[in-house]
């Protein structure tokens, strides 16, 4: 090889792997702050909790049986328990890292389980239970044990007497199990309606219509819509989809109904072009082959062009629930940003990357909350890609 | 003395311009195996084509003249094409199994007419495959995808498939051109079996297959037919100087 | 420039063995009448040799057909060619046989026989060796109408044969012949009729590869 020529080898390769190199740190970056930091909040506890804190004011009759339960061994020093109370609780931290006391074991003939709710609403879930904090006691004619006295104080406390006045517990929250259940409710309803529209659309265009001007119009027309920012079907689905469903639905604004509906609308040119790329590639020889025996062409597409198909459809799917659970700007207009607990499909919610946002937006910031929710929706994007390529794989044996 | 199945007379086509066929006149008689030779591009496999309307399925397709199936006009208004494709059935040049089990592909052409029976069902797999000379290699692996099984095999079983809807008429377009030696014969034996029951047209670039297998043949060339008759005859003494010409390989 | 140049080549070649092959055999016809009437004994045992030479070209003529068959799947008009050639060359060879058998005769003779002149039998070699050649030459020309004279020229010769049984029949009536040559010469009369009536045969796979049929009178 002449100089020149080795020099240009030289300079081309140096270029590619450099440029390779820096895409992997980056993408290894990226991934490895998820990773770092978000695995310190994950727990089962996270994805199942509510997100909003519920106190509790709890008042107590006059107790004639006290707990005989003795202090459980899997409790340690830090734990301080009361065994007239059968209740052990312990000092912790909280998000902003104030103090907390946490109750960490409840005995089963603890008198703390028959509270009575002193407040007006009807809480389902009056409870005391373990992980919950305990803010203050009020007592009669005593000093309140606060939670900055720590647990210890307020164990004490308790052990000297044998009523209270008002006990306000709370359940911490922080929990994502609201927006992890509107994400799969709004999984669930976009595909109902984007599904069979799209390959419904797709079939009618590659197998029935005639392919004339009017057609290919349609076809640039959906290629077009591909490309267009997903905040401005934000914008349609605030003006048309939220109204429409606050009409016609017990819905009073921006619901995960319209969510989904405004999503729907951003997978359907998705859905389309991909079931319809399925359909090309079904060999012609299929459709002929059934035609040749008698099937009418309603019958060649539904039992010999649509299941063959199928994979590359499934894959589009999958892609698509990618998809939803990355979408927020428009979330952000057609359902609304308020994070809740309890869900319904025509109130208010936030999908996990809505909840992202959310965070992200408060004052301070929440970044360990959603660096977890992160965590967690990369996990979920990398197990549906492996789930494609396994698919992938699996169906291509059926054509080979 | 053996049925017209099929009379032609007068058969032209035209793909947009151009004529592909011009003035066709032919018989196909049951019980007997029809071979159509000639150069490539000479119209032969437009003419199979014909017989079961496939040609329907191509855009600026013209059609003039008569095919007569049983004294019925195939070409006239709101004649029943799909049944007409129950009772006239096709084999492809590239074996072409769906992508399902050996078992639903033979089965295919009888559910979409309806029949859910089970047991008539496998009765239809089960001696479709045998007339295909297929049972014996495939009767323990049913469920199995076709998609598995050897050329030979699946050409096999693209012909049961067709033997499933109980024509009487099979047209094959160059059954064998994608084949081995060995699977050729073996499909050649069949169809020699076949004939028995259904009348064959069959449409091959080998010379030899049709002098092998056929009882009548017809040679094309740009369009026209130009000699029809007795296989026998044509290979031994042809009328026609072209039909001479091309058969001894002098040209095309 | 056909498709199948090399195949039209090896046909060409063919007909010309054939036709080399139907050469040999006319001279050998012509030599052992020669040496019959000669009384040349050695003419006839060179003959008798030179016939191996007839025979190694029917060998070799077969084998050619053979060959050609499998490898070249003839048809129509090629497939009557050879068709024909291979059942030619045997009516040429048992030309050639009773061109032997004539040489044989001519060994048996002893120089104390006494010949017995008839013109016609010099006509009988004419006219057969005649029909050969034209047999041959319809085969080349595919010329139908020269391989009908063919058919029709048998008619001479067979009229030549009747001639001298009758003018053989004649002379043994009046002691005029010797009688071992009477009977020789009769043999000679026959076999010439026999080769008469194949070189018909020629003609008549001649009509068969043009036509494609058989004529049969």
Aim: proline fraction near 3%; glycine fraction near 6%; charge should be negative.
């Amino acid at each position: 090889m002449s100089n020149k020529r080795k020099r240009y080898d030289f300079i081309m390769k140096t270029i590619t792997y450099v440029a390779s190199s820096v895409a992997i740190i980056i993408l290894f970056m990226i991934v490895f702050f998820v990773v770092r930091n978000g695995t310190n909040l994950l727990s089962f506890d996270l994805l199942t909790s509510d997100y909003h804190s519920h106190v509790y004011n709890g008042g107590i009759d006059p107790v004639t049986d006290f707990s005989q339960t003795s202090k459980p061994d899997h409790l340690t020093d830090e734990d301080y328990y009361s065994q007239k109370w059968g209740i052990a609780l312990s000092d912790g931290e909280g998000k902003q890292g104030e103090e907390r006391v946490i109750v960490s074991f409840v005995a089963e003939d603890s008198p703390l389980n028959h509270m009575v709710n002193r407040n007006d609403s009807n809480d389902e879930d009056f409870q005391i239970k373990e992980g919950y904090i305990i803010q203050m006691i009020k007592f009669e004619g005593r000093q309140s044990a606060l939670e900055i006295y720590g647990a210890q104080y307020m164990i004490n406390s308790l052990e000297e007497v044998d009523t209270f006045r008002e006990l306000v517990f709370a359940e911490v929250g922080g929990g994502i199990r609201g927006s992890l259940l509107t994400t799969l409710y709004t999984i669930g309803l976009t595909l109902i309606v984007a599904l069979p529209v799209g390959i419904f659309t797709a079939i009618y265009f590659n197998e029935f219509a005639n392919k004339n001007k009017f057609t290919q119009f349609m076809r640039t027309l959906i290629d077009t819509l591909t490309g267009v920012p997903s905040i401005i079907f934000g914008l349609m689905g605030l003006a048309v989809f939220v109204p429409l469903t606050v009409r016609y639905t017990p819905a009073t604004s921006g619901n995960i109904l319209s969510g989904s509906l405004t999503l729907a609308v951003i997978l359907l040119p998705v859905i389309i072009k991909s079931t319809e790329e399925s359909l090309k590639v079904v060999p012609d020889d299929f459709r002929q082959a059934s035609l040749a025996l008698g099937a009418n062409h309603t019958q060649t597409t539904f039992k010999v062009v649509l299941p063959s198909a199928l994979p590359g459809i499934l894959t589009a799917t999958l892609l698509s629930i990618g998809r939803i659970i990355g979408e927020s700007a428009a979330l952000i207009f057609a359902v609304g940003t308020a994070i809740k607990d309890d869900i319904s499909i025509f109130g208010k919610s936030t999908t996990l990357s809505v909840h992202i946002w959310s965070l992200l937006t408060d004052e301070p910031a929440n970044i360990p909350l959603a660096t977890t929710i992160a965590l967690i929706i990369l996990m979920v994007v990398l197990g549906l890609n492996l789930l494609v390529k396994l698919l992938s794989i699996k169906f291509m044996k059926k054509f080979s | 003395m053996s049925q017209d199945v099929f009379k032609i007379q007068g058969l032209n086509l035209w793909y947009d311009d151009f004529q592909a066929l011009k003035g066709i006149d032919m018989f196909i008689k049951q019980n007997e195996v029809t071979a159509l030779i000639g150069p490539s591009g000479c119209g032969k496999s437009t003419f199979l084509r014909c017989l079961n309307r496939m040609n329907d399925l191509i855009d600026d397709v013209k059609i003039d003249g008569q095919v007569v199936y049983h004294n019925q006009h195939i070409y006239q208004k709101n004649y029943d094409v799909i049944n007409l494709r129950t009772k006239v059935g096709m084999v492809f040049q590239k074996p072409n199994p769906f992508p399902m089990s050996i078992y639903d592909n033979v089965a295919y052409g009888p559910r979409c007419q309806g029949l859910k029976n089970k047991e008539q069902l496998n009765e239809i797999v089960e001696s479709s495959l045998k007339k295909a000379a297929l049972w014996k290699e495939v009767k323990d692996r049913l469920k199995e995808s076709a998609m598995e099984l050897s050329g030979g095999q699946q050409q096999r079983l693209c012909i049961a498939r067709a033997i499933a809807m109980e024509p009487e008429v099979i047209l094959m377009d160059e059954p064998t051109s994608a084949l081995d030696p060995i699977a050729t014969l073996k499909i050649e034996e069949l169809i020699n079996d076949l004939k028995e029951n259904y009348a064959i047209v069959i449409v091959t670039h080998s010379m030899q297959q049709a002098a092998r297998i056929s009882d009548k043949t017809a040679f094309f060339l740009m369009g026209e037919l130009i000699e029809f008759g007795d296989t026998d005859f044509i290979f031994s003494t042809p009328k026609h100087e072209q039909t001479e010409n091309y058969i001894t390989g002098r040209f095309g | 420039m056909t498709n199948r140049t090399h195949f039209d080549q090896e046909l060409e070649s063919l007909k010309l063995s054939l036709i080399q092959m139907g050469d040999l055999v006319i001279k050998n016809i012509h030599l052992s009448l020669k040496s019959f009437l000669d009384m040349d004994s050695d003419l006839a045992e060179s003959l008798i040799k030179a016939d191996k030479e007839v025979n190694d070209s029917e060998y070799a003529i077969e084998k050619e057909c053979m060959r050609i068959i499998l490898r070249e799947q003839p048809v129509a008009r090629d497939l009557r060619l050879i068709t024909s050639i291979l059942k030619m060359i045997t009516d040429l060879e048992r030309i050639g046989d009773h061109a032997v058998d004539i040489s044989k005769l001519t060994i048996f003779m002893e120089k104390s026989n006494e010949p017995f002149h008839v013109k016609e039998i010099n006509h009988m070699v004419e006219v057969s060796e005649k029909m050969i050649k034209m047999a041959l030459e319809s085969f080349v020309n595919h010329d139908l109408d020269l391989a009908e004279k063919v058919i029709e020229k048998d008619d001479i010769v067979d009229k030549d044969f009747y001639t001298i049984r009758g003018l053989v029949a004649d002379a043994i009536r009046e002691s005029h012949i010797d009688a071992d040559y009477a009977i020789y010469l009769m043999m000679v009369a026959k076999y010439l009729e026999r080769i008469g009536d194949h070189a018909v045969n020629l003609a008549e796979w001649v009509i068969f590869s043009i036509l494609g049929k058989h004529v049969s009178d």
